[in-house]
Nanobody, 114 residues
């Protein structure tokens, strides 16, 4: 299983970034999502989206982040707006397949700083 995440970088507070994650097209995926881990912190859920499109967000990102997926391409995106310094973390994509097995991508660093 291969997950390729990209799109992280350095952005100023108030800026925007888009993260992308591509899973193997042969996978039958139920859920896709993004998690993040800040230095010294536990990994936490950012947003998930089911195959039917139902999305779930952490309270800290509601109204600022949007998760989207393409079921045919097995891709998931995280559109991040109004970024804050506290959004700085390594962001990981996660997919759960039809056998309820979960896989993690390698992580992409997002740094929000002036």
């Amino acid at each position: 299983v291969q997950l390729q995440a990209s799109g992280g970088g350095l952005v100023q507070p108030g800026g925007s970034l888009r993260l992308s994650c591509a899973a193997s097209r042969s996978m039958s995926i139920k859920a896709m999502g993004w998690y993040r881990q800040a230095p010294g912190q536990q990994r936490e859920l950012v947003a998930t989206v089911a195959s039917g499109g139902t999305a779930n967000y952490a309270d800290s990102v509601k109204g600022r982040f949007t998760i989207s997926r393409d079921n045919a391409e097995n891709m998931v995106w995280l559109f991040m707006n109004s970024l804050k310094p506290e959004d700085t973390a390594v962001y990981y994509c996660k997919v759960t397949n039809s056998q309820w097995l979960s896989y993690w991508g390698q992580g992409t660093l997002v740094t929000v700083s002036s």
